[in-house]
T-cell receptor, first 114, second 112 residues
Framework: AQSVTQPDIHITVSEGASLELRCNYS??????LFWYVQSPGQGLQLLLK??????LVQGIKGFEAEFKRSQSSFNLRKPSVHWSDAAEYFC????????????FGRGTSLIVHP | NAGVTQTPKFQVLKTGQSMTLQCAQD?????MSWYRQDPGMGLRLIHY???????DQGEVPNGYNVSRSTTEDFPLRLLSAAPSQTSVYFC???????????FGPGTRLTVT
């Protein structure tokens, strides 16, 4: 069965600093990988996705993520965080081991200090 | 396009009451799903459907029923509400389960 781990429950950064949110998945074959963002009181919105090809994918709002098969990771990055980036971030994976039904991580809450 | 709509936005139930959370999408998506979101637990899949007439259980299906009579609608029924079902419920839809999921705004349910 597939699973997704987001090891950081909370991350605090200063505005303008760089950001990396970690995501690890457990499944051997190449999965479909996603990052979603949830602003307070809202539903989830897709930031970016990886299906195949270039392992560095660009998303909306200046975010990018890199798929590293050897580390089973799909970490989300942003070079300079803005106060409006404060939100909950979810990594998700869909793979054959889970019948391609997406599994979500528990989320990482990003706090941005001015 | 309205996208994915959910009603109601908020609901308070007493233990033992039943109710239906409504979900509709106007994107002609085959795949629809229901999640519950609880603090520290992320999103947990309750039920999903890969097309009209086809539903299946997710990770936490107990206490919930679904049906999919049309492509557009995917209601979630709470049979006999319990305080443990206090949560925020999200409906999502997609062309396929491994494509981008489009989420509704959520329903905040409190069971007293």
């Amino acid at each position: 069965a597939q699973s997704v781990t987001q090891p950081d429950i909370h991350i605090t950064v200063s505005e303008g600093a760089s950001l990396e949110l970690r995501c690890n998945y457990s499944y051997g074959a190449t999965p479909y990988l996603f990052w979603y963002v949830q602003s307070p009181g809202q539903g989830l919105q897709l930031l970016l996705k990886y299906f195949s090809g270039d392992t560095l994918v660009q998303g909306i709002k200046g975010f990018e993520a890199e798929f590293k098969r050897s580390q089973s990771s799909f970490n989300l990055r942003k070079p300079s965080v803005h106060w409006s980036d404060a939100a909950e971030y979810f990594c998700a994976v869909a793979a054959s081991g889970g019948s391609y039904i997406p599994t979500f991580g528990r989320g990482t809450s990003l706090i941005v200090h001015p | 396009n309205a996208g994915v709509t959910q009603t109601p936005k908020f609901q308070v139930l007493k233990t033992g009451q039943s109710m239906t959370l409504q979900c509709a999408q106007d994107m002609n998506h085959e795949y629809m799903s229901w999640y519950r979101q609880d603090p520290g637990m992320g999103l947990r899949l309750i039920h999903y459907s890969v097309g009209a007439g086809i539903t299946d259980q997710g990770e936490v299906p107990n206490g919930y029923n679904v049906s999919r009579s049309t492509t557009e609608d995917f209601p979630l029924r709470l049979l006999s509400a319990a305080p443990s079902q206090t949560s925020v419920y999200f409906c999502a839809s997609s062309y396929n389960s491994y494509y981008e999921q489009y989420f509704g705004p959520g329903t905040r349910l409190t069971v007293t």
